[in-house]
T-cell receptor
Framework: SQQGEEDPQALSIQEGENATMNCSYKTSINNLQWYRQNSGRGLVHLILIRSNEREKHSGRLRVTLDTSKKSSSLLITASRAADTASYFCATKAGGTSYGKLTFGQGTILTVHP | SQTIHQWPATLVQPVGSPLSLECTVEGTSNPNLYWYRQAAGRGLQLLFYSVGIGQISSEVPQNLSASRPQDRQFILSSKKLLLSDSGFYLC????????????FGSGTRLTVV
């Protein structure tokens, strides 16, 4: 079953605008991660936020986590055409899970120059 | 530095033929290794994971099998491919068993005809 569900499924914006993607999950987690995938390529790890953290920043990326609502958001500020990609959230369950991640369906982001 | 190699990049195979996809990791020892399948550029489905040589766990019943003959080698196989085995196969390793942040290979696009 899909633990993470992203919203929206597709997002189209102009260069310079901010892009916000949301992720919801169902069970308790150890951490939540965001990945980026360019078309036809492998996924690249962007950022990890632990269950006891509420916000994290990395360059133009800002991730928030609300464990009470079981949701997370990824904000990309001042977007660029090169940010065009699919973005996935992934959750790691607590306990002995052998590092397994459960991925959502992803948000396809298109940034128009 | 750690790197992950996955090959081939693309593969077209007839129904009923065997399959062998290989994944190797360099620059680390005793990694957790994972095989995921991605359909139509959307979410990833965990197929197999391995926490050590010869230790394979299957997440979903299917026509595929996996093996880990060496510490940094993970192989995905099938004796007879089905049309439904088509997809994008991704290998990943985790440097931190507790957190589960992944590094992905570049993927193999498999088309069964």
């Amino acid at each position: 079953s899909q633990q993470g569900e992203e919203d929206p499924q597709a997002l189209s914006i102009q260069e310079g605008e901010n892009a916000t993607m949301n992720c919801s999950y169902k069970t308790s987690i150890n951490n939540l991660q965001w990945y980026r995938q360019n078309s036809g390529r492998g996924l690249v790890h962007l950022i990890l936020i632990r269950s006891n953290e509420r916000e994290k920043h990395s360059g133009r990326l800002r991730v928030t986590l609300d464990t009470s609502k079981k949701s997370s958001s990824l904000l990309i500020t001042a977007s660029r055409a090169a940010d065009t990609a699919s973005y996935f959230c992934a959750t790691k369950a607590g306990g002995t899970s052998y590092g397994k991640l459960t991925f959502g369906q992803g948000t396809i982001l298109t940034v128009h120059p | 530095s750690q790197t992950i190699h996955q090959w081939p990049a693309t593969l077209v195979q007839p129904v009923g033929s065997p399959l062998s996809l290989e994944c190797t990791v360099e620059g680390t020892s005793n990694p957790n290794l994972y095989w995921y399948r991605q359909a139509a550029g959307r979410g990833l489905q965990l197929l197999f994971y391995s926490v050590g040589i010869g230790q394979i766990s299957s997440e979903v019943p299917q026509n595929l099998s996996a093996s880990r003959p060496q510490d940094r080698q993970f192989i995905l196989s099938s004796k007879k491919l089905l049309l439904s085995d088509s997809g994008f196969y991704l290998c990943a390793w985790s440097r931190d068993r507790r957190l589960g942040g992944y590094t992905f290979g570049s993927g193999t696009r498999l088309t069964v005809v």
